[in-house]
Every structure is written in C-alpha cells, then in structure tokens.
C-alpha cells in the first residue's frame, strides 16, 4: 500500500460529495455577501442544465451569471473573450451570449475568420432559462478559437478592441473584411481600422492594379505597418496631439521607410508605399468629430490632394472628399 495523506483524502470526498449549488453559493457569499450571495442563487439555481455544470470552473460560472444579467438588463447579445485555465497561448476562448434566440455558425463565422482566427471547436450551445427575464431563454455559445499564424495572445491587451470590433460588426456598424484580423495583429480598433479600410477602397477607385482581398493579406502580413499608419495619422489629425503643420511625424515615417527595407516581395512593398503615399497626401478629416450624441460619426471624410497622389490616372482633379 503505497503512502498516502489521511486529511488529502477526507478534502477530496468531502470536495466531491458538495453540489454545484453548493460551490456556486460559496463563491457568491465570498464575493457579494450573505444575503445577495443566496438572492443570486435562488435566481440561478435552476437555471443551467448538467452539461454546463460539469463543463466549467466555478470562477467560469461567475463570469457567465454577471454577463446573463448584463444581457437581462440591456436585452442585447452579450460578448466575453477570455483564456481557460491552462489553455495555450494561441488559442481563446468567445462567448456569447444570446437573448431568445440560438445563433447559426454561418452568422458568426466569417467574422472569426476574418478577424484571424479559425474556430477549432464549439461547446454547447447551453440554454439558460431565468424566469424574471425579459426573454424566455438565453443561450451560451462558447467557441474556442486559435490564431491562424499560431502566434501567441495577449487576452487582456486585445479583449476590449476584440469585443467591440466584434460587437460592431454584428450590429452592422463596421465591416466583416480581412482588415479586422489588425484587432489582434497589430492592437487596433475597429474605429482605427476604418482608415486602413477607407484608404484601400480610395486605392481601388483610383485604379491600383491589386485587389481589396490582396491588400488585405498584405496589411495582415505586416501589422506593425498598420500600427504605424495609424499612430501617424492621429499625430497629423487628432486635434488633441496634431501639430500646426500638416506633416508626418519624422520619427514615425523614418520608422515605416526603414521597415520597407526589410519586405522582399515587390507587390507588397509597393501596396505599403501607396498607403503612405496616400496619407501624406490627405489635408484634413472628420474622423476625430463625434456626432451629436458624443459618438462616432457614421461616416469618414477626408480631404485629399490628388495630384500627390502616385499613379493616379490623368486628368488628377486638384482636390477631392
């Protein structure tokens, strides 16, 4: 009989012989109170079904109870990008959390994709039924997600850029294009992306002999080019930080004409210089004016010099918006 700890074991049955209402109820007493912890029970006792309740910890099940009743209070869909415990570092996990309705994968697919994962597996979907809800059922999605590259992720830097790029697109306030895998890539916003995107339709109406999807490709390659854009272009036109001259900050252009040392591919290093070329050659913008609400505007604007505009096709108008 090999040797063992009398008090491990007795922790052990005693662990295993609690109920999942039992743990659930430790945790809430711990974080919320007495009176609330067993208030938040009562609600949530009933409420999932074996499936979940053997799947996830329990600091997974609180998580989830403070989304339900963010999404009971709102009645919107609801988002939780997050890493299980021992999880590797190129893969996360999404939530979602749907009031009435399951979502099909073909809803939600493409904008995983595009954002530079590939779902590599679904858990659930789990129905949770709450009777003082405004919906009859909400229903957990729960997709695990790995970076196409294999890189490595930071959930924390990239959680609230992720939920919203991802919450805008559902609600169709922003594209499902490649230029959404930058969320990750290269740490921007969906609002930030907007320019990248604005800037590669301007190219395509101008004549650029490569397609959108090309562009795309090239721009995810090399993110830490879109970063740089994107940092100049706030420099120039942010009215918080822009200088009195329209011109590109010196260190960061000096930085984006060093890197295009190093891209080999000739296609790629003409697309990179084109996006330059291109803010170099915008005067002014709406893109930092909020609408009435305080909130982004629908649209961008910018106003650009077409006759610094490389390649472009004769006649060049003197200016357009």
């Not at 779902?119 to 196409?148: K, W």
């Amino acid at each position: 009989i090999p040797k063992y700890d009398v008090q491990a074991l007795q922790d052990e049955i005693a662990e295993a012989a609690r109920s999942w209402s039992d743990k659930i109820l430790d945790a809430l007493i711990q974080r919320d109170g007495e009176a609330a912890g067993h208030e938040r029970l009562r609600r949530f006792r009933d409420a999932f079904g074996p499936a979940y309740q053997i799947r996830y910890t329990t600091d997974e099940v609180m998580a989830d109870l403070d989304h339900i009743d963010a999404v009971a209070t709102s009645g919107e869909i609801g988002f939780n990008l997050f890493r299980p415990e021992g999880g590797a570092a190129s893969t996360v996990h999404f939530k979602l959390y749907s009031p009435n309705d399951q979502i099909p994968l073909s809803d939600v697919l493409p904008a995983f994709e595009h954002m530079g994962f590939k779902v590599i597996n679904e858990a659930g979907p789990h129905e949770v039924r709450l009777a003082d809800a405004g919906f009859s059922r909400l229903v957990i999605h729960d997709f695990g997600l790995e970076q196409r590259s294999g890189a490595a992720i930071d959930v924390d830097a990239i959680r609230d850029n992720f939920e919203d790029a991802f919450a805008r697109v559902w609600h169709g306030d922003a594209e499902s294009d490649g230029f959404n895998a930058l969320v990750v890539g290269a740490g921007l916003s969906w609002r930030d992306i907007v320019v990248i995107r604005a800037y590669c339709k301007y190219l395509r109406q101008v004549g650029i002999t490569f397609s959108q999807a090309y562009m795309e490709q090239t721009i995810a390659r090399h993110p830490d080019f879109a970063a740089l854009l994107v940092q100049m272009f706030h420099a120039i036109f942010d009215p918080k930080t822009a200088t009195k001259k329209k011109a590109s900050p010196e260190p960061l252009r000096k930085s984006y004409l060093e890197k295009l040392e190093n891209v080999a591919s000739a296609d790629e290093d003409r697309i990179l210089r084109r996006f330059l070329n291109l803010l170099d050659s915008t005067l002014r913008t709406n893109y930092f004016q909020p609408d009435e609400g305080g909130q982004p505007k629908s649209y961008v604007s910018f106003k650009i010099n077409s006759r610094d505009i490389e390649d472009m096709p004769l006649p060049r108008p003197f200016r357009e918006i």
